[in-house]
Nanobody, 126 residues
Framework: QVQLVESGGGLVQAGGSLRLSCAAS????????MGWFRRAPGKERVFVAAIAWTGESTYYADSVKGRFTISRDNAKTTVYLPMNSLKPEDTAVYYC???????????????????WGQGTQVTVSS
């Protein structure tokens, strides 16, 4: 049974930092592209960042480039998302996702991923 468990969310002031983690189990982690998505209040879930199963390639949404950095530790089967210079518009539920051996456009879409975590709330106050 595949499980993705996010942690690290919370309340932070604008300009602050948080680091999200997603611990994966029940899958061959090193074969999966890992992604982060978020859903702001009243909005659809959207792409934030992705990292290929090799760890050598990444994608970022324009809104987070230069502030967020996705990384993975295949030995710990965990993907990370340090978030710096947080803005109130970053407030959302953040979801971790896993998609087997895919990249390109698919890695930036909801349908590219077959497994999802339950999400962790990030709230940025102004």
């Amino acid at each position: 049974q595949v499980q993705l468990v996010e942690s690290g969310g919370g309340l932070v002031q604008a300009g602050g930092s948080l680091r999200l983690s997603c611990a994966a189990s029940g899958l061959t982690f090193s074969s999966y592209t890992m992604g982060w998505f978020r859903r702001a209040p009243g909005k659809e879930r959207v792409f934030v960042a992705a990292i290929a199963w090799t760890g050598e390639s990444t994608y970022y949404a324009d809104s987070v480039k230069g502030r967020f950095t996705i990384s993975r530790d295949n030995a710990k089967t965990t993907v990370y998302l340090p978030m710096n210079s947080l803005k109130p518009e970053d407030t959302a539920v953040y979801y971790c996702a896993a998609g087997r051996a895919m990249w390109g456009h698919a890695a930036q879409t909801l349908t590219g991923y077959g497994y999802w975590g339950q999400g962790t709330q990030v709230t940025v106050s102004s």
